[in-house]
């Protein structure tokens, strides 16, 4: 991946007043920046809404699309089966309510009610409005259509907002993607719908800072980039099958070792607080619990194997994109973000392992084969307390926690009666 084929953002904004410090110039183009974009334009000015919605430069969605759309706001769930007739008519009736021209928010495409709305309200709106331009690539842009712009801006604008400070339930956007040039390009504008933010005398106003950091643009054209590569699911597929591979593996009574280091790892750790790998609670102990996470790891060959392409595609995400000059900590956050999920799944074997400790070996063992037995004993109670803690870390119900319970008052009681028998038989 090279810098051509790297996103291009930008995203600026216009003000709902123009500074006193401004020219004659350059307050002559404010207004008609404020009146292209809050949709006040003159009858022989175009606005917003009419440029975005172009009908020579959109891309439009496919009906089928919109189906699936209608179908999810009516609540209907059709993934296993074909709508009725009533449906059938429902979603149609609600299809011919979608702007046919292609513009779309963070839920997907917007009716025609919905674009009228956004309109009048851009129109009385004292916010800040906010525009901007995504471009793709342009040899990805031959691949693109209006459904993948739609899923990136929705999956993707969201964490943008945030990086930047807005409630994203309080933003107002209107994207639309654009294909009259080389380069497909989406089109977007958005205001705060209510004034949320008190000043320093406590009055409730609209957001007065309207230019955006550049650490947040370039952390957003990084993610969007990364989100067209094509090798984008490999990762997630890797790290999955890294995490399921320790969370789903059985610990045969000869793994001392690893029940040894839970054990320690389970003394070591606060007994008060969140105990989340990202937490400051366990943040010294964090290389303990990666350590048990690697004799996890070395249990299941194919856990392993994806542990380390889980890294190596870490490591060629963050070499493609600094060859598109973007500088960041991309690789240090993914990488952080995996240890996490992997400490996690330690940290919920431990919570459980402290519910339902070892068992105490009553009694003092006086002969060598006592000694032996005890610690035999010890030794499958400590594997099933693991195999439990694993089986109900990776998503066990109540009824697994339940037999989980069960399991381990019938260990204890075993452990209790047979110390009870060999005492007898030694005094006798």
């Known amino acids: 991946m090279n810098a051509k084929n790297a996103v291009v953002f930008s995203c600026t904004f216009t003000p709902p007043s123009p500074s006193g410090q401004w020219g004659t110039k350059q307050k002559a183009t404010w207004a008609s920046n404020r009146r292209f974009y809050s949709c006040n334009a003159a009858h022989n000015e175009i606005d917003v809404t009419e440029y975005i ?146 000043n320093k005398n406590g009055e409730v106003g609209y957001r007065a800072k309207g230019k955006i950091d550049n650490a947040v643009l370039n952390e957003y054209r990084m993610s969007a980039t990364a989100y067209l590569d094509e090798h984008k699911r490999d990762l997630y597929n890797y790290r999955n099958a890294a995490v399921n591979g320790i969370r789903g593996l059985n610990v045969v009574p000869t793994d001392r070792d690893l029940y040894v280091s839970l054990c320690e790892l389970a003394d ?6 969140r105990l989340q790998y990202n937490s400051e609670n366990v ?64 940290l919920g074997m431990v919570k459980n392992f402290r519910n339902k400790p070892k068992a105490d070996v009553r009694g003092e063992p006086t002969t060598c084969k006592q000694h032996k037995a005890a610690a035999r004993r010890r030794r499958t109670h400590g594997a099933k307390v693991i195999r439990s803690a694993m089986q109900m870390v990776s998503g066990g119900n109540k009824s697994i926690q339940a037999d989980f319970t069960r399991e381990l008052a019938r260990v204890e009681h075993e452990i209790e009666f047979e110390l009870q028998s060999s005492q007898k038989h030694n005094r006798s």
């Not at 009228?116 to 901007?132: F, M, Y």
């Not at 070591?268 to 607080?273: E, V």
């Not at 490591?315 to 990488?335: H, N, Q």
């Open 283 to 346: 943040a010294e102990y964090r290389k303990d619990i990666d350590n048990v996470v690697q004799l996890l790891l070395r249990r299941n060959t194919n856990a392993m194997q994806a542990h380390k392409k889980a890294l190596s595609e870490i490591a060629r995400r963050g070499k493609a994109l600094s060859e598109t000059g973007t500088k960041s900590d991309y690789v240090k956050r993914l990488t952080e973000e995996y240890k996490s999920r992997l400490g996690n799944v330690v």
């Open 53 to 198: 919605a172009d009908g020579e430069k959109v891309e439009r969605p496919d009906n089928e699309l919109l189906q699936e759309q209608a179908a999810q706001r009516l609540n209907m769930d059709l993934s296993n089966r074909l709508p009725n007739k009533n449906e059938a008519r429902n979603i149609s009736e609600y299809v011919t309510r979608f702007n046919s021209l292609g513009a779309f928010g963070l839920n997907g495409a917007m009716t025609q009610s919905e674009i009228d709305e956004w309109r009048e309200a851009a129109r009385k709106t004292k916010s800040i409005i906010w525009h901007g331009v995504v471009s793709f690539p342009s040899e990805q842009s031959k691949l693109i259509g209006y459904e993948d712009a739609e899923r990136l801006m929705r999956q993707t604008f969201g964490g943008f907002l945030k990086n930047a400070g807005f409630d994203t339930n309080n933003v107002a956007l209107l994207c639309a993607m654009h294909s009259n040039t080389e380069n497909k390009h989406v089109h977007f504008t958005f205001y705060e719908r209510e004034p949320k933010y008190r």
């Open 268 to 273: 070591k750790l606060p007994k008060r607080g």
